[in-house]
DNA sequence: CCATGGCATAGACGTCTGTCGATGCCTACC
DNA sequence: GGTAGGCATCGACAGACGTCTATGCCATGG
C-alpha cells in the first residue's frame, strides 16, 4: 500500500486533476514528492524548454528530429537524447512513420503539471 | 536588448503574466529558457518540494530551519542549502526575526509557473 | 541487394549537484 | 563578557547529467 500518485497523467486529465495531491494543502510523501520531481526535471533543462516550445509552436503540431537540429543548435545525438527524456516523462509523444520519427507534446501533461503547481485552490 | 522575460516573479502577479512570453505558443529563445529552467531546477528536486509543500501546508504559512530539519529526515546544513535555493529562485521569503529564521512560500510565483506551463491559454 | 539517410544507442568526459561534517557568525540570555 | 544555540558557509566527495563522437539499426529507393 503506498500513497497515492502527486499526478497521474497516463489517466484522463479529469481524472489526473482529481486524483492530485494538493502539493500546497497538506505534506506531500518522499515517494510523491520524488515522482513529482522526476516529472518536473524532465522540463527543467533549457534545452529540452526549448523543445517543447519548439514543437508545441509548430502548426502541424508535431515536429521530427531533423527538424530541430538546427535551430538549437545541438548535434543528432543530443537532440535525440532529449526527446527520449520528454517521452519517457509523458511529456511527448513519439510516432515513428517510415523513417522518420514525429514527436508531439501532450496538453495533459502541461495541464497537469499546471493545476499541482497552482496554489489557487 | 534582449529578449523579454518568459516570467517576471518580482512584479505583480497580474504584470509577470501579462509579460509572459507564451512558452507553448511560439519557440522561446536560448536566454528565455534558461530563465525558466533556473526556476524549475529550484523545484525540481524531491527535498526541495517537499519543503514546498510543508511550508506551504502550515498553519502559520512559515516554518524555520529547526522545524523542517526532522520531518525530512537531513541535516541542518543540507536543508539551510535547499532554503537557500528556493530563496534566490524566488519561491520563498526569509524572514530573520532574532535567532530563528522565518520561511515562507511566495504564491505568486507557483502562479506564474502554473500560468506558463498551462496549455489553455 | 546495395547504398542512402534518419534516428537510436553506446561510451567517454567534464561539469553540476545533493549530502555530509566541521566551523564560523550572531543573537539572546545569564 | 561568557555561554548557548539557531543558522549560514566551507570543503569534500560520490553520483547524476549534458554533450560529443562513433557506431549500429532499419526503412526507403535505385
Redesign the pocket.
Known sequence: MSTPPVLNIQASPALARARCTPLLREPISASQAADLARLL?AL?????LRLVSAVAAREEGEA????L?EPL?????????????LVDAGIFT?D????????ALVPEAMDALSAILSSTR
Open positions: 526535471k527543467a533543462e533549457p534545452t529540452r521530427c528530429v531533423c527538424d537540429t543548435g545541438l548535434t543528432q545525438p543530443t537532440i535525440s537524447h532529449h526527446l527520449k527524456i513519439r515513428k512513420r517510415g523513417v522518420w520519427a514525429y514527436y
